[in-house]
Each structure stands twice: as C-alpha cells, then as structure tokens.
C-alpha cells in the first residue's frame, strides 16, 4: 500500500481499516450508531441465509405438493405453503439468493462502471467531463423503471440480463456521486504533491484518488442496493424479472398471492415483509455509514 | 346460371320456405326473477382494453368479443337465455329461418326485413355475402382484412349467393352440418358492407340491442340501449359501462365492492368465487364450462419430440388431477381435445378417461413414462434435457412450473423460459421452441372449428406442426357425417387418436365462477365464454 | 441571469437530441413489434400479411429512416399516431397528463407535509427514542416495495370496509368529492415514500445548520431555542431539501406507474407501461420525451430556485 502523507483526513481511516483494532473500532461503531448496527445485522442475517440456504431449507423450493396445496404454517410448513404446494420458508430462504446476487451483482456492475466513469470524468474535466456528463443526465433522464423494464425486454429474462438491466440506471448516479468526491479531492495538496513529483495522471487517478472515494463508494453502494432489490422485484411482479424456476421474493408477490390473498394472507405477508427486511437493512447500514465515514457527505 | 338451375333454385327455396327449420321469434323470455323492468344501467367487467377496437373478424381475443357482444349481431346465435350450446338451442337473429339443402349442402338463411344499422341504413344479404366473402378471402371478395384467424372456419364454401336482399345461401363444398354452429359463435358477427372494415378497429357500426357512445382508451367502453332494435321491446337496460380494470386484484376488490355488477367470463376462479361468496353472500356465482382448456404443444418436428415416444412419455408423467388441484385449486374439469359432458357435446365422458395417458393412477402413469423414455434411449444417466416456454403471465408460468416439477419425477430436466406475449406465437408458430405450456380457447364447441385450427396439417395455429394423414382423414369423415350419433362416435375415436399421438396432450378444461350481483338479472352464462353476453335481454332490478 | 437559463436550455436541448436517440435504439432493441402483438391478439402469424401491416405501417424502412421521419414530425409538432389506436399520440396523452400532474404533485404535498415535521422534529430530538422510531418509521415507507403497497391497501380495505376507491376517473368537476376520495390514497401511498427521503435530508441539514457558529451565537445571545431553529437554521436548511424535492419528482415517475395500475387511474405512467408492453413506439418515444422535457425543466427551476434562496450559490457551477 502507498505510504499516506499524514495530518491528511482520508475517510477510509474513520471506519478503522488497514489500522489496528479492526474489532474495536466495529465495537464503537454498534455503540455510537445503533441503528445501523441493526442494519448491519439485518444484512448479515439476510448473506447467511443466503449462503446456506441449502442447510437452512426444509423442502425442495421448486418441489409442487397438491396435497399440501395453501396450507397453514405450522410444524409442517414454517411459513405455510403456497397453491402449488411449494414450501414458503424454502423459497424465502433460496429468494435471499436471488434479491442479493441480483441485487449485488447490479449495484457492484453499477457502481463500478459509474464509478469509473465519474472518476476519469472528474479527473480529466474539460471537455471530456462535459460530454460525460451529459451522457449520464440522458441515462438519468429515462425513469429507472421504464430503462429497466425495456433493458429487459429487450434482453430477455434471466438472471445476468436482469443484473445488467438494473445496473444500467446505477450507473449515472454512482458516476455522479464519485465525481463529485473526486472533484473535492483532486484539489488536495497530495494530490497536487504526487503530481509535482511527475507521476503519470492514470497512476494519480488509480492509486491516490480512488481510495479515498471508498467512503462515498460504499455510501453509494448500500444506497443502492436497496433500490435494486425493489426494482428487481418490481420487474418480476411485471413478469419481466428473474424467471423460474429461481424464486424471488417479487414474483413470489405475483398476480397470484394477489389472488389467494384473503383466503392465504402467508402467500403475500412473508415475501413482502423479506423485502422490506432487505431493502430496510441496506438503508438503515448506509446510513450508518454515511454519517460515520464523511459527516460532510450527510447533506448530499 | 342456366336457366335450369335458377328454376331449380326457386324451387328448393320456395320449398325451403315451406319447411324451413325452427322459426322462432328471437325475443325470449329470461328464466327466473320475476318480470322484467325497464332502464337502468350495468357495470360489467373488462380484463384488459380492447387489442384491436371492435374488430371481432380480426382477433381471437375474448377481450374483443366480450364487449362486443351488444353491438353485433349474428345470423344465428346460442340462446342467450339457456346454458347449453347444442344445435338445438340455437335461435336466428339476422335470419328468422334457415334450412338446410342438398343433403347438407347448402345453407339458405331467410333474413329479418325490419333491421336497420345503428346509422340508420338498412340491413339486407349484401352485408352477410360481404362479412363472410371478406372472412374467407373469396376471390372476388370487396374487401380484405389485415389479420384473419378464421379463414379455415369457412374453407368449404364454395360460393355464396344473395338471390334477393333478404335470401342468402351458402352453397358448400360438401356437406358439412357443423358450418352452422360456427355461424353461431361470437367470433361470426355481420359487419356492414357499407363500411370500411377498418373502421371497427375504432368504433362499431353494427345492428344490436346497444350503440356504441364512447371508447374512452384504457378506461371504458360506453354504450346506450338502441331505440330502433329489430326486437320490439328490448333490450331492457338504458346503457351498459364495460371498465376496464388490468390488475387482477383490483378487478377482484371492484367486484366485491359493487362497483362492477358483472364478472369477465373465465376470469373468476374458484378461489376468488369463494373468497366473494364469503364476503357477499347474496352474489349469484355459476360455475360454468368456458371451452378453454390448458395442453402441451411440442415441436413435432425436431428432436427430441419428433419421436412419439418421448412425447407420450411427457402426457403420462402429468399427473392430471394433480393439475387440476394445485394450479386450479379445483376448478377446472379432466378432458381430451374437446370439451367434456356436461359442459360439452362432443367430449368424452369420465368412463372413458382412465384409459387415455396421463388420467389413470399417476404411479402407474410416472413408470409408464419413464418406460417409454428408456424405450427411447434416455435414462438417469442419460437424461432428456428440454426448455420449455411458456407466456410470461402468473397462470401459464404456474402450469408451466408445476408440469417441470412433474417432468421431474420421470427424468427429464426442463428450464422455464418465459416469453413476453409480442414474442409468444411468432415464436411457437415459426417452431422456435421445443416444448410449450400452451392455453387454447375454443370460439365454439364444434370439432370442425377445433380439429381444423389445431390439428390439420399446416394450420398455422397447430403450433406442433402435427401433421397425420389418418388424423386428416378423420377429419373429413366426422366433418361430413350427418348422423348425429355416427358423428358422436367418430369425434370419439378421433380424440383417443390424438391423445394417443401425443401431439398436443390436453391437461384440462377450464372452468368458470361466472359472478354476478343478484340485482342483475337475465344474464345466463354459457358453457363457452365467447358466445354469450348480447344483453339484450338483460334486467336491473330495482332494490 | 439570461444566458445561464439560456446555457441550461441549450445544454437541455442536447441532452434531449441524445436521449431521442437511446430511447429510439433501444426500444428496436426490444424483440417483437406492434405487429407481432397484433397477429398475437388473432393468435396466429402470417408473413406475407404480417408485411403488408409493415408497409402500412411505415416499419419496412430503414430504421435511421424512421429516426429521421420521427425528428421530422416532432419539428412541426406532430406527435405521429400511436399504432395501437390509430389515433394522433397527442390526443390520447394529452388526457393522461393531468392525472399524473395531479397525483404526482399530491403525492410531493404529502411527502413534504410529512417529511419536513417528522426532519425536523428528529433533528431536534437527535439520538432520542423518539428521532429513532420516526426514522425507522420514515424508512420503512421507502423499503417497502410500491406494488406491496397498493395491493395491501386495495386488499384490506375491501376485506374489512367492503369499499374501495372509485375505479372510474372522477374529474374534480364532476363530483370534487369522490375525486378527493379517489385520489387521497394513492397520493398517500406514493407521498409516504417519498418522504423518507425528504426527512432524512431535512434531519441531516438541520443537524449541520444547527451546528454552526451562527447559530451557537444567537443561542448565546440569549434568543429561545424556537425562534432560533425556525428563523436561522429551517431557512437555510431549506436549500438540500428543494433540490431533492425536484430530484424526488423524476424518480416519482417509478411509484406512479405502479400505483396509476393497482388504483385504475388513467394516467401517463401507467399508459407508459402499457405503451411498451404493446411496441407502441410513437407513443412511448413521444412520451418518454415529455417526461424528459419536464424532468428537465424542473431542474432548472429548482436550480433557480436554490440560487434565488441562496445568495452564494447564485450563477453556480
């Protein structure tokens, strides 16, 4: 790792990385911000499960029963079953899967690339910077859901194809928010240092600046992940989003939960709670995190 | 025409007129409920708006014909106020008499002289040879339509006369008695021949009980009671309101709440029908038979269904009754390709079920197919890998779920694909699958209409490319068979063989929870969703 | 002043110019067309008819051609016909655009009626019990999936009142009654979420203004603590929030569309859908720009606005 000039504020040192007592700055970050320790906890629960929702499932999710057809939860069925018999629990464990990998895939794709993009952007200025940034006011300007149901159209129901299609409204907006910070940065006295010293600007641009856009990275990241999860959820209940036999929370929440609604509340209470869960957790972390790591950022 | 056959043709006519066939007046008195009152007005469901207007010629959608219905009328038509759909209850509208000649040859329909287009022009057979000269694609026909689905409805007509403005016959190919069935359905209204076709993708010039007011896009369909209706006395209500409402939930909620008094045919399942009857008890629910039904379609044409091995082994993995319970949670009814007793004519009856793949003990049905599958050349180590296709609707991809899982149990390893609608039939009727959850609705419960379409070789609404020169052969035979009880029994050996054949293995037949507030009355619902809904005979009845 | 509008306005212009362009690619992007649809709703296919609609159509020629023929009729204002309808575009949308406006500004009312208190009361209680429940409160609203929302309401509402909003669209001149009615729940719906964002920022500015030496001073100086918050720190508090109120407003577009659907409004977010569903390009390009053109517009009043409000940022950037 670079040696870091000091009496500099780099935010990646508040959350206490690359220094020791890792642990204890963890520690002091539940104490000070409880809320988002909760939030950090929901997250974790939701990456277990996810992981290991082959241990955790109790039926085959995409296994079809008519004889347990809506049945109640119970011993048999933890959250009931749905009216092709296939276990709830299960396919809420396996739908953490899918929301986080689409959901992750899609923001990291997202973020990445916009991140690039803002960062080169920011970097370069001028012209370039110009005509970036008016490319990502046309991808912004296209209503996230609109681009991203016909992304999906357009490329088919898949899982990979629905990751690229939601990350593609990400894009503007993370290359928005890293520029910005590179804009903040780049007229730092380091950065000015290493450029006296002759280093070349890619290398300026990778090595120095970029880590300290991590803060708002993360910020942006777990921002966003929460309207992944909801927009891939919204695109499966239109019947565009991640097809079967993988269970998703939001085709789980389909026209027909709708339709067993009054007589099997279970088909539409869980997978609608597991959402909310998710999406609720990733906000309450990235909030956490946005106040600790750059209390400047909290207005943004 | 010789100077012979215009003699011989008065003759039979006249003859005709003598003897001609049930000459009832088509004002029927409704059922049940006391005596009908006049004016008020109904809110009747509407799943989704309207594809192409009113242009019923053009589509085979009960989203166009539904609302519809008020403004057309046909030749003949299914009784509105009775249930069953038989030869026996048809009625004329257009035609006050009709007679078969030749031995079933000819059709000669003798028209109303009182009816009059809702703008005022008047109706004569010039409108009936133009409809269906256009529908057939005549050589000399007046006038084209951009899509046509039914042309083969109506491939054995020769020529169709008008010999005066209220006389027109029908001269066939060969005998063929279904032909006037066909007429009867929905889908066979008369357009008027002084209008441009195209028109009625927009608006509706016709000659029923209601006019058209106002199309407002996405929201509603309008229409008020036509004063000038050939019916004296009808119809009974001042204006009819069909809305348009997509999202199931709400329509489901908009039905509860009263702010629709009439269900959409085939929309109302028996879950909903329960969850209604529980919430309104006085809600008058029918169940009904829809002519609808669920199969398999296949690519007969490549591998590894070309082999009729394989495409058995698929119609004995799944297990039927099971269907039936999970994905209809009971209401749908077993079957073969047509419609079976009571909701039917032609169907076979649940004796003879056990017999056919797939309905029998699904123990013994799963070895069967994993028997026809070794016989085959596939095996647990060799497994069948297929991708099956299916719309990107909640109800196909359920079927389709619950027949991979079933698929499953016997060895072969399916994927889902969901296709956007825009992609399904250009998909399925280029081949571009290999094996499909498919949903085929029936505008009549005729096997010429149903066989023609689906199984003849090179319809292109015979998605499987199924092509049997003995099922052809069939056809012809039960199309020309004029006792009815010969008839019967070909149409009987015909589905065996074509289950047997495996070529589009039906999995059931649909039912419906028809729904209606009680102060909604005169409104009987047919065993088939697209013949039924003229509201002319349709009554408010004060609370 | 003039030539900063006039700058936006020619930069807004360019970014529209290549915005024409994305929707217009990647709506041919999308497999199937009007026609497919079309032989779809008669369940069959047919080439040499499915042609004869192309030619009808225009959808034969080549694409860049077609790009050309759509600039051409936006220049002399014609907005092309919707396929599906066979009507001009603009006199279908042109009934769906008060709609929307109405709902989403309702929906903004809501959000900001709701989030700017519950921000503010927060920001005062910071780190209380009370700050922690309206957060989890605000945030819940903006976890929850739109679609979840409406349905749970429908659905609950007619499972106990046996009621729910009219499913016809009542114009407030019809009966101003049952259109409040009609519209008071979804522009709830949408305004909840909405305001999650709205609150936070309103807390986290507040929170910073309250911060500065400004307003230790006036505190010292002995002024109460109300007058202090409401004067100084909510009137520069004010600036983040009017620029995330005309952000809220273009990402508004996706709740609408579910909410127009769940509740039957016929409005322009929902018909968009429905527009893409069916392959109706004249109507989705031509809408997708209006939205664009108003998404746009408000930007730039919001940055006027922010710059009327806020003397040092007046000729920004």
């Given at each position: ?13 508040a ?21 988002g ?14 992981m290991?929702?082959?241990q955790?499932?109790t039926y ?31 396919r809420?464990?396996?739908?953490a899967?899918v929301?986080?990998v ?6 990291l ?11 080169l952007s ?10 970036t940034?008016?490319?990502?006011d ?12 016909v ?18 409204p990400?894009?503007p ?7 910005a ?56 209940f239109?019947?565009l ?18 339709e ?11 997978p ?8 609720f ?7 956490a ?12 | ?6 003699i ?21 008195s ?13 809110n ?13 010629h ?34 004329g509208?257009?035609?006050e ?22 703008d ?9 040879k ?7 694609e ?24 008008t ?5 027109v ?32 993708r ?48 709400t ?8 702010q ?14 329960e ?9 008058v629910?029918?169940?009904v ?23 058995l ?10 269907l ?31 017999s ?7 123990a013994?049905?799963k ?7 070794k016989?085959a ?21 359920d ?36 094996i ?45 068979e ?13 589905q ?40 002319a ?7 | ?16 110019f ?14 199937g ?109 903006l ?5 979840w ?49 709205i ?9 910073e203004?309250?911060?500065?030496d ?10 109460s ?41 016929p409005?322009?977010?929902r018909?968009?859908?429905?527009a ?16 664009a053109?108003?998404v ?5 009043v ?16």
């Amino acid at each position: 790792m670079a040696t870091r000039p000091l009496g500099v504020e780099v935010p990646g040192v508040a959350l206490g990385l690359r220094r020791p007592g890792a642990w204890g700055a963890l520690a002091r970050f539940c104490r000070k911000k409880p809320l988002g320790a909760i939030g950090g906890a929901i997250m974790l629960l939701i990456l277990l499960t996810a992981m290991f929702a082959n241990q955790l499932q109790t039926y085959d999710p995409i296994a079809t029963d008519a004889a347990q057809s809506l049945a109640r939860p119970g011993a048999e069925h933890w959250l009931g079953s749905d009216h092709l018999g296939r276990d709830i629990y299960s396919r809420i464990v396996h739908g953490a899967r899918v929301s986080l990998v689409v959901g992750l895939a899609s923001t990291l794709l997202g973020s990445v690339l916009g991140g690039i993009i803002g960062l080169l952007s920011g970097y370069v200025g001028g012209m370039t910077d110009l005509i970036t940034q008016r490319v990502m006011d046309i991808l912004q300007g296209l209503p996230l859901l609109v681009l991203a149901l016909v992304m999906s159209a357009a490329l088919g129901p898949s899982i990979p194809n629905v990751v690229i299609a939601i990350s593609i409204p990400i894009i503007p907006r993370a290359a928005r928010v890293i520029r910005a910070s590179v804009l903040s940065i780049r007229e730092m006295q380091y950065v000015e240092a290493a450029r006296a010293v002759g280093l070349r600007h890619l290398r300026i641009a990778f090595r120095h600046v970029l880590p300290n856009t991590i803060g708002p990275f993360i910020v942006l990241c777990t921002a966003q992940l929460g309207s992944a999860i909801l927009v891939e959820a919204a695109l499966s209940f239109l019947g565009l989003g991640v097809p079967e036999p993988y269970p998703s929370w939001g085709r789980m929440l389909s026209v027909s939960a709708a339709e067993y609604a009054q007589k099997a509340p279970w088909l539409v209470l869980f997978p609608g709670l597991a959402i909310s869960l998710a999406v609720f957790g990733s906000n309450l972390l990235g909030d956490a995190l946005r106040d600790t790591l750059d209390p400047r950022l909290r207005g943004a | 025409m010789t100077r012979f056959s215009r003699i011989a043709l008065a003759m039979s006519l006249g003859l005709a007129m003598v003897f001609a066939g049930p000459a009832l007046a088509p004002a029927q008195s409704p059922k049940s409920g006391g005596t009908p009152k006049y004016g008020g007005h109904l809110n009747i469901m509407q799943r989704e708006d309207l594809a192409q207007g009113f242009a019923v010629h053009e589509t085979s959608t009960i989203a166009t014909s539904w609302p519809s219905m008020p403004c057309f009328n046909n030749l003949v038509v299914f009784d509105q106020t009775k249930r069953a759909e038989t030869v026996d209850n048809l009625v004329g509208e257009l035609a006050e008499k009709w007679s078969w000649q030749d031995n079933y040859r000819n059709l000669v329909f003798f028209l109303r002289k009182d009816v009059k287009w809702h703008d005022g022009q008047p109706f004569t057979s010039k409108d009936v040879k133009f409809t269906f000269d256009m529908v057939r694609e005549a050589p000399n026909a007046p006038a084209k339509l951009r899509i046509n689905p039914r042309k083969d409805w109506y491939s054995n007509v020769e020529d169709i006369e008008t010999p005066d403005p209220y006389t027109v016959v029908f001269h066939l190919k060969r005998p063929q008695p279904g032909l006037l069935v066909m007429l009867a359905s929905g889908y066979s209204p008369i357009y008027a021949a002084h209008v441009n076709p195209a028109s009625y993708r927009t608006g509706c010039i016709g000659t029923g009980p209601f006019k058209l007011k106002e199309w407002r896009k996405g929201e509603f369909i309008d229409y008020v009671k036509n004063p000038d209706y050939f019916v004296k006395g009808r119809p009974y209500l001042d204006s009819l309101r069909y809305v348009v409402i997509k999202e199931r939930g709400t329509r489901t909620a908009a039905l509860q709440a009263g702010q629709l008094d009439v269900s959409f045919p085939g929309e109302t399942t028996k879950t909903a029908a329960e969850q209604l009857k529980k919430a309104v008890p006085g809600l008058v629910i029918t169940p009904v038979g829809t002519t609808v039904n669920d199969n398999i379609i296949m690519n007969t044409k490549k591998p590894p269904f070309d082999n009729p091995k394989v495409r058995l082994a698929v119609s004995y993995a799944i297990d039927r009754r099971a269907l039936i319970t999970t994905v209809h949670q009971g209401g749908a009814v077993p079957g073969a390709s047509m419609q079976p007793k009571p909701y039917g004519v032609w169907g076979l009856a649940e004796k003879d079920l056990p017999s056919l793949p797939g309905y029998g003990k699904p123990a013994d049905m799963k070895a069967q197919a994993r028997k026809l599958l070794k016989e085959a050349g596939f095996s647990p180590e060799n497994p069948l890998r297929v991708e099956m296709s299916t719309r990107a609707i909640a109800m196909y991809v359920d079927m389709a779920s619950f027949v991979i899982n079933e698929l499953k149990q016997v060895g072969i390893e399916a994927t889902l694909k969901q296709v956007e609608t825009a992609q399904w039939h250009p998909m399925a009727t280029r081949g571009e699958y290999q094996i499909g959850a498919n949903l085929t609705g029936l505008g009549v419960d005729e096997p010429d209409a149903n066989y023609n379409e689906n199984y003849a070789c090179g319809s292109p609404r015979n998605y499987s490319q199924y092509c049997s020169e003995e099922v052809m052969k069939m056809i012809e035979q039960q199309s020309q068979e004029l006792d009815v009880k010969k008839r019967l029994a070909l149409v009987a050996r015909l589905q065996k063989k074509v289950e047997d054949d495996a070529a589009r293995p039906v999995l059931d037949w649909r039912l419906d929870y028809f729904t209606m507030w009680p102060h909604v009355k005169g409104l009987v619902p047919h065993d088939n969703i697209y013949n039924f809904g003229r509201m002319a005979d349709v009554w408010r009845d004060r609370q | 002043m003039k030539t900063y509008i006039a700058q936006r306005l020619a930069v807004g212009l360019l970014t529209l110019f290549g915005m024409s362009i994305v929707i217009f690619g990647m709506l041919r992007l999308a497999p199937g067309d009007i026609v497919d649809i079309l032989f779809s709703t008669g369940g069959y296919v047919n080439p040499s008819e499915r042609q004869a609609i192309e030619r009808e159509l225009g959808l034969d020629r080549p694409v860049w051609e077609q790009y050309v023929e759509w600039m051409r009729q936006i220049a002399t204002g014609d907005l092309g016909k919707s396929y599906r309808y066979d009507l001009p575009a603009w006199d279908i949308i042109r009934p769906l655009l008060p709609v929307t406006l109405e709902l989403a500004a309702l929906s903004l009312i809501v959000a900001v009626a709701l989030g700017v208190p519950l921000g503010v009361i927060s920001a005062v209680r910071q780190d209380t019990g009370l700050d922690y429940v309206l957060r989890v409160f605000s945030l819940a609203g903006l976890s929850m999936p739109s679609f979840w929302l409406g349905m749970v309401i429908i659905l609950t509402l007619v499972a106990w009142l046996g009621w729910i909003p009219p499913v016809t669209y009542v114009t407030p001149r019809e009966n101003f009654g049952l259109h409040a009615v009609q519209f008071a729940l979804p522009a709830l719906a949408v305004g909840y979420r909405s305001s999650a964002l709205i609150m936070r920022i309103t807390r986290s500015s507040l929170l910073e203004v309250m911060r500065e030496d400004y307003i230790r001073t006036a505190r010292a100086k002995g002024q109460s603590g109300r007058v202090v918050i409401w004067r100084h720190a909510l009137q520069n508090a004010i600036l983040p929030v009017v620029t995330v109120i005309g952000i809220e407003f273009a990402f508004l577009i996706g709740g609408l569309v579910v909410t127009e659907t769940v509740f039957n409004l016929p409005g322009v977010a929902r018909f968009l859908v429905e527009a893409i569903l069916w392959r109706d390009y004249p109507i989705v390009q031509n809408l997708v720009m209006v939205i664009a053109i108003v998404v746009i517009l408000s930007n730039l009043v919001v940055d006027l606005l922010y710059g009327f409000l806020d003397p040092r940022v007046r000729y920004g950037h």
